[in-house]
């Protein structure tokens, strides 16, 4: 029957990776096994959080996930999981300032994610190696890498190189062994010199590859960030997408506040 395996496929494809934003999944419905999203941003603007949410919705939806730290200890990781699914403030809290109701609260998330299908992999020098190793005793549907940048390669004179090897050895590993892969990516200083600090493709940093390797590639912008003293401003992000093998480019309004994303300001009020 004409049409049986273009159906099968997109059937599939429509299951593999939900952002859990409504307007960004609308955009990029259909992304297909072996692919690479690239969530870019300058520092501040929220690359590990919104992939943490992402990770988050991965594992409400069912799907296997390895996220591998290279920029942070696990404990701050595990803080920022916990923070996302529970919107307390303890990101900076110690625990011995928590009350009970929040301490159980918090014990109960630890719970909640040691039930998922979540492996942390946190190293501050960590190969595609040994990544490779992990996806293959892990077996994930979805592999998260924060950041780029900061993996080693051996082999490679400078950080430009190393990141090119490391972009063609994750497409070769995302495309054998049919998974898909986040990664996070520092942004140039190319948005500090414009006026209105919008980032762009070209900022992608340290890789000529990373543009043209990425399926979909999601700016992040934060204006409050360079507009303290605008109240009107405060709370807004927005993701940009800039690459889309599968869908439509856009502009996507979100907002961010106390360090977790969301789609509208109502979440943001039950956050606070």
Not at 171 to 199: D, Y
Not at 203 to 211: A, Q
Not at 245 to 253: D, E
Request: hydrophobic share 35%; net charge negative; aromatic share 8%.
């Amino acid at each position: 029957m004409f049409g049986e395996a273009f159906m099968n496929v997109y059937t599939e494809n429509n299951e593999n990776f939900k952002t859990g934003f409504w307007e960004i999944d609308d955009c990029i419905h259909g992304i297909s096994k072996g692919s690479i999203v690239t969530i870019g941003g300058r520092p501040s603007m929220g690359k590990t959080s919104f992939a943490v949410a992402i990770c988050n919705n991965l594992l409400e939806t069912g799907k296997q996930v390895l996220f591998c730290e290279l920029d942070e200890n696990l404990e701050l990781l595990e803080r920022r999981f916990i923070h996302t699914k529970t919107r307390l403030r303890i990101l900076r809290t110690p625990c011995s300032n928590m009350n009970s109701s929040v301490w159980n609260e918090v014990l109960q998330t630890i719970n909640y994610f040691d039930n998922k299908p979540l492996t942390t992999l946190c190293k501050p020098i960590l190969t595609v190696e040994e990544i490779e190793e992990k996806i293959n005793e892990k077996k994930p549907d979805v592999v998260f890498i924060d950041s780029v940048q900061c993996l080693k390669m051996s082999k490679a004179p400078n950080m430009t190189e190393a990141t090119n090897l490391a972009i063609k050895e994750i497409k070769r590993i995302a495309s054998e062994n049919k998974i898909i892969v986040v990664l996070t990516s520092q942004l140039s200083r190319g948005t500090e010199t414009r006026f209105h600090h919008l980032p762009e493709l070209s900022d992608l940093r340290n890789s000529s590859l990373l543009e043209e390797l990425s399926d979909v590639i999601l700016l992040l912008y934060r204006p409050e960030y360079y507009n303290h003293d605008d109240i009107d401003l405060k709370g807004r992000a927005h993701v940009l997408i800039g690459k889309n093998r599968f869908g439509q480019l856009g502009f996507v309004p979100l907002y961010f506040y106390n360090g977790i994303f969301t789609n509208t300001q109502a979440e943001n009020t039950e956050a606070e």
